[in-house]
């Protein structure tokens, strides 16, 4: 067994590695998702000490993202800023970034993770709204879960009409146990 594990931090080391070469052959940046351990693989203690519905939460946001085309995606676990307080809470993150183009006629990301949201019974959090010109950011809850999502974008320049904004989309989900007893809540 313990061979097993040896192999596949060498495995992981070689994976980064040649990740870290291509990039830099290619002069772009290798995707953000990180290879996922194995079933059965010891969990981080920030992954394991969340609750389930929180992981799942994520889990199934992260997959959302991947399905928007040409956006890389990774999901980290650990703590998450809360928008509101700005204090760090147990939770787990998702973060996208895309391109317009590459999205093509399909919604753009805001409106595609809001129906996305509705869909599945989550309840919209009107404490967690903001919109501005470079982005927009909004919270969901259902049960025991809060999350929150900021999708930011370039908006260009309003001194410079002439200013060509740039093609990219960045999206951050994190989710939190939410109720009165929450840990770390405002």
């Known amino acids: 067994m313990r ?13 980064m590695a040649a990740s870290l ?22 969990k981080s203690p920030a992954r ?6 929180v992981r799942d939460a994520c889990d199934a946001a992260a997959t959302l993202l991947k ?22 809470r147990p939770g787990c993150g998702v973060h996208a970034r895309g391109t317009f183009a590459a999205l093509k ?5 805001d409106v595609r993770l809001g129906t996305w949201f509705v869909e599945r019974g989550w309840k919209e959090n009107p404490e967690y709204d903001a919109d501005g010109p470079d982005g927009t950011a909004f919270g969901y809850e259902r049960e025991k879960v809060l999350c ?4 930011h ?15 990219w989309f960045e999206v951050r989900i994190g989710c939190v146990t939410n109720g009165p007893d929450a840990p770390g809540k405002p």
């Open 3 to 15: 061979a097993r594990t040896i192999g596949l931090d060498v495995v992981l080391m070689f994976a």
């Open 21 to 42: 070469t291509l990039a830099g052959a290619s002069g772009q940046a290798p995707p953000a998702s990180a290879p996922r351990p194995p079933k059965g693989a010891a």
């Open 48 to 53: 394991s000490a969340l609750p389930a519905a």
């Open 67 to 88: 399905t928007f085309p040409g956006a890389s995606v990774d999901r980290p676990d650990g703590p998450v800023e809360d928008p509101r307080s700005t204090k760090k």
């Open 105 to 109: 006629d399909t919604p753009l990301p």
């Open 148 to 151: 929150f999502v900021s999708v």
């Open 153 to 167: 974008w370039d908006g260009g320049d309003d001194s410079d009409p002439d200013a060509v904004p740039e093609d």
